[in-house]
């Protein structure tokens, strides 16, 4: 601490400064922050690993217990009786209480308990009533193994930890934010965790992850055990209603329907995803309609929820428990362990309780049984002192104990002395003896038990996932998600405009030339009329370079794109050509495609999505003994290099002007196409199934099992749903064999049809709720074998083979399809095709490929002139 000196005239004041002196802290003040601390990680907000409880939810739950009378209690009244036991106000106690009572495993609730899914907070707990549950008296009360401490105030005794035979931690979760610690525990399926310890008592390896509560899709694959530097991606379930409407069926953990909503709504303020309006429905289960504009992709604005909206959150779990009054950082199969192997000592000392109490029955029964069978109880009649009672008592026995077990003591024989005369005159000694046998029986079993501890506690197990296990079923789907690029699926929201010759490019030049739409997260790459480049974030204003020949929004790992470039080598020099792709830089780095030398001039450039490569006439100007003075140049001659790269020689000469003369093709291969089962999603990495090589018109075929298909351009965006039977490249010459049930008529009908509307979804069997989808094959001559079913008093028919092609022509694809056969069926499989040689396919070079990556259908390959500002996207001409 500083003090300043007191003792200062007014002479000397001025020419003096205040003097620091430290005071050491002692006493209370030293010790108060490590006991705030200590008591904050141990008492309030880290659970202990052997019962998974913290201290409140402990006390809580031994409330409940000397409350319970089988019927359901006020929660304010347990709150009340809690307080008795834990330090502080009734609300952190009821809320706490609604905490463990939303998860619907120890506590019985009556009355508005909140909803987890909307966030609604629970009724006062003056309305709302709890009882334990079945589960919870099964497995996590025992006062005989209880070990017992005083409580804050030292009137009453309460649990150290209770008896918890189960991993109740792993199954609800926890967290809690303590000094200078945290801890994040996710729940996990009641029925894994029971398996996983079922596995581990039998010394096999397992896995568990996390189940939520809210149910929605999880990526577990950085999960890391559930220890620090872990991650858990958690998406909601988005399916599409029609093309128009997208429905929310389930969220992320720890998020609500109106904090998402809200989420959504932000992101469509920003610009970032375009909305019509939100619905919430939801009740009892998830519903949230969100409805699009038309014209809007689906699938793209799915991955815009994911990318802009709480509908994917990233969770990082932080495994941290009390052991020995000492916090512990550990996973989530270790504590699994602990956990397993303490239910194992628990019920070991249950066994040798019990084991203990039947012993001590059968020595008693025995007792009894001579005191009574042996008239000992006549002995005493003579007997004037309670000494003399006993003695007599105790000689009267001697005779018949060598089988007893142990030794006869004084409170036994004051028990026998306790025997009414009616039960010694209704005593039968059948009876007794029937009595002594059970007992017998128990020891044994028991002590089978106790010999045999790690089958007995996966019998246990079993018998808990018999009870309980029914409705406790996975509810989150364990998938692997692929990253979404955000640029490729975020809304154009904003508009860019460039001033060539100032050389600025921004959304605020509107005064300018219009060069297309952007988004404000989006990259641009410029490119000047002196051979430099460089790559930018979209701004309201930038300055590029003077003279800008042109400009695009950039695409990061671009392999496709590719620029044709024609360039003068200073101001004298010779003229190079050169094709290049630009797939990483550093932004906002000026560029020289040049050779680098002064006063270099660009003669002719263009931008090509797809490879592109034209034919340019050269014209020179007359020096000299030059001869030839105009040639044609193909792109198509040039290999594509790196954008450093110097290039070819076109001419050492003079050049007079450059220009197109014939557009060109592609000169890039078809693109091949990958499905990642896995992630439910195409790329064009090699990741998953080959589908094939497409070409710019190309496009997938789709089939479900609910009979519908569609025809669909191969973008990266795509969504497949869960019932996708069929997934192919589209030939549109090639039919589809179908055979369905009618649920109408209750007849199988075959079909064969040919798609006659590219990119529109239409169901190829009847609407009737009762008609299904039996098989559906696209290859040319595909074969059936109809299995047909026994009919009483007749021998079964022999399966019969179907030629589908020979069996119905091709007609449209409403039309109802000839009857199968009159019979019952049974079964119906296909069987391997006859061999058909397909036509050829349309030659790859006339066709553009399908460049994955535009996100409104619409090329960037306008260059335009610096002089006239052409903007009819042709290449630029100096």
Not at 394 to 404: E, M, V
Request: proline share 3%; with cysteine.
């Amino acid at each position: 601490m500083i003090e300043e000196n007191d003792d200062l005239t007014n002479d000397n004041l001025d020419n003096q400064e205040p003097k620091e002196t430290i005071t050491r802290i002692t006493g209370m003040y030293k010790e108060w922050f490590l006991d705030y601390a200590s008591y904050v990680i141990l008492e309030r907000a880290v659970p202990a690993i052997e019962d998974g409880l913290k201290p409140v939810q402990r006390r809580i739950m031994h409330s409940m217990k000397d409350l319970d009378d089988g019927r359901y209690n006020k929660v304010a009244n347990i709150v009340g009786h809690t307080m008795q036991y834990h330090p502080h106000g009734d609300a952190s106690i009821a809320d706490a209480m609604v905490q463990i009572g939303q998860k619907d495993l120890l506590i019985d609730t009556q009355g508005n308990w909140g909803n987890i899914l909307t966030g609604d907070r629970a009724a006062a707990a003056r309305y709302i009533e709890a009882r334990i549950s079945k589960f919870g008296l099964d497995v996590v009360y025992n006062p005989k193994i209880t070990e017992w401490q005083q409580s804050y105030d030292g009137r009453r005794k309460e649990p150290v930890n209770l008896p918890v035979m189960f991993p109740l931690l792993l199954a609800q979760g926890g967290e809690g934010i303590a000094v200078g610690l945290s801890t994040k525990i996710l729940p996990h399926n009641f029925i894994e965790l029971i398996d996983a310890s079922v596995k581990h008592l039998q010394g096999k390896r397992f896995t568990i992850l996390p189940d939520f509560p809210t149910a929605g899709v999880a990526d577990f694959s950085n999960y890391n055990d559930g220890l620090r530097g872990g991650k858990v991606r958690v998406r909601a379930k988005i399916s599409q209603v029609d093309k128009n409407t997208l429905a929310i069926t389930e969220i992320p953990f720890a998020t609500t329907t109106s904090s998402l909503i809200d989420s959504i709504l932000k992101a469509n303020d920003k610009g970032k995803i375009k909305i019509k309006k939100i619905e919430d429905n939801t009740a009892a289960n998830v519903e949230i309609l969100i409805h699009l504009p038309s014209g809007l992709s689906p699938d793209k604005t799915i991955d815009a929820l994911f990318a802009f909206t709480s509908c994917e959150t990233s969770i990082s779990p932080l495994g941290c428990v009390i052991e020995d009054n000492k916090p512990l950082f550990v996973g989530v199969t270790e504590m699994l362990r602990r956990s397993t192997d303490n239910t194992v000592q628990l019920l070991k000392q249950e066994l040798q309780i019990k084991l203990g109490e039947l012993e001590e029955q059968w020595h008693f029964a025995s007792l009894e049984r001579i005191f009574i069978e042996n008239r000992i109880y006549r002995d005493i009649e003579e007997e004037e002192t309670w000494d003399g009672v006993i003695n007599a008592i105790d000689k009267g026995l001697q005779p018949h104990i060598k089988h007893l077990k142990r030794a006869i003591t004084v409170e036994d024989i004051t028990r026998l002395t306790e025997i009414r005369i009616k039960r010694i005159s209704k005593f039968d000694i059948d009876k007794a003896q029937q009595k002594i046998d059970a007992l017998e029986e128990s020891i044994a079993e028991v002590k089978h038990h106790l010999a045999n501890l790690v089958d007995y506690a996966i019998a246990y197990f079993t018998r808990l996932k018999k009870e309980y296990g029914e409705g406790r079923e996975r509810k989150t789907e364990i998938r692997t998600f692929g990253d979404v690029d955000a640029t490729k699926v975020i809304i154009r929201n904003t508009k860019l405009y460039v001033n060539r010759e100032e050389g600025f490019v921004g959304t605020s030049l509107k005064r300018d030339e219009y060069i297309g739409d952007c988004s404000d997260i989006d990259d641009i790459i410029a490119f000047t009329a002196d051979g430099k480049m460089m790559v930018t974030k979209v701004d309201s204003k930038t300055f590029i370079g003077k003279n800008i020949i042109h400009v695009a929004v950039f695409k990061k790992k671009d392999k496709r794109t590719t620029y044709n470039l024609i360039y003068r080598d200073g101001s004298k020099g010779a003229s190079y050509v050169k094709r290049f792709n630009v797939t990483s830089i550093t932004r906002d780095k000026d560029y020289d495609l040049t050779n680098g030398n002064k006063s270099s001039k660009v003669w002719y450039f263009s931008a090509n999505p797809n490879g592109e490569a034209e034919v340019v006439s050269i014209s020179l100007r007359q020096v000299g003994s030059v001869k030839k003075l105009k040639w044609d140049l193909d792109f198509a001659d040039i290999l594509i290099k790196g954008r450093s790269s110097k290039g070819n020689v076109v001419t050492k000469y003079p050049i007079k002007s450059v220009e197109l003369k014939e557009k060109g093709i592609s000169t890039l291969k078809p693109r091949k196409i990958w499905f990642d089962d896995t992630v439910q999603r195409l790329n064009v990495d090699g990741r998953g199934e080959l589908i094939g090589e497409f070409r710019g018109e190309d496009k997938l075929l789709i089939i479900n099992q609910k009979g519908i298909v569609k025809t669909v351009t191969p973008e990266v965006t795509l969504h497949f749903d869960d019932d996708m039977i069929v997934l192919e490249k589209w030939i549109p010459k090639k039919p589809i064999s179908a055979i369905y049930f009618d649920g109408e008529k209750e007849k199988y009908f075959v079909k064969r049809f040919l798609i006659e509307n590219e990119n529109k979804e239409e169901s190829f069997i009847t609407d009737h709720p009762k008609s299904q989808l039996e098989i559906v094959s696209t290859d040319w001559k595909p074969i059936a074998e109809v299995v047909f079913a026994k009919e009483r008093g007749k021998d079964r028919k022999d399966n019969l083979e179907v030629n589908l092609e020979e069996f119905i022509a091709i007609k449209g694809i409403t039309a109802l399809g000839n009857q199968l056969t009159k019979e019952k069926i049974n079964a119906i499989d296909l069987l391997d095709p006859l061999p058909f040689e397909a036509p050829e396919d349309t030659p790859a070079e006339a066709l553009e490929v399908v460049d994955e990556v535009e996100l409104d259908g619409k090329s960037n390959n306008d260059a335009s002139s610096v002089n006239d500002k052409d903007d009819s996207g042709q290449p630029t001409l100096f």
